[in-house]
């Protein structure tokens, strides 16, 4: 046996003065690292591009709603009589009697 053995560097409260060798991470464990975080980005860059593209293709769905859901609110007011000019514009609060 011609090996020599280690030397360990050890304080007298138990802890070592310098860090063994070889405890850094390998090469190919940071690239793997490194790749997994780039397609996690990637993957969330894409999942918000995809909500923005639909909620673009969305838009004038919403407008056009808004704009058929005014005119009906205004063609019934219109029938129902209280879209006065000067008296105070539109008013959807009734009372009921008794």
């Known amino acids: 046996m011609n090996r020599i053995p280690p030397v360990i560097d050890m304080a007298p409260d138990g802890t070592f003065r310098t860090k063994p060798p070889g405890m850094r991470a390998p090469l190919s464990f940071k690239l793997l690292l490194g790749a997994t975080i780039v397609a996690v980005l990637a993957g ?30 205004k063609y019934r007011a219109w029938r129902r009589g209280v879209l006065g000019g000067a008296s105070g514009g ?6 009921r009697t008794r």
């Not at 539109?90 to 009372?95: A, N």
């Open 44 to 73: 969330a860059a894409a999942v918000a591009a995809l909500a923005l593209w639909i909620a673009a293709l969305l838009l004038p769905v919403v407008v056009i709603a808004a704009v058929v859901a005014w005119g009906t609110y």
């Open 90 to 95: 539109l008013r959807s609060v009734y009372y």
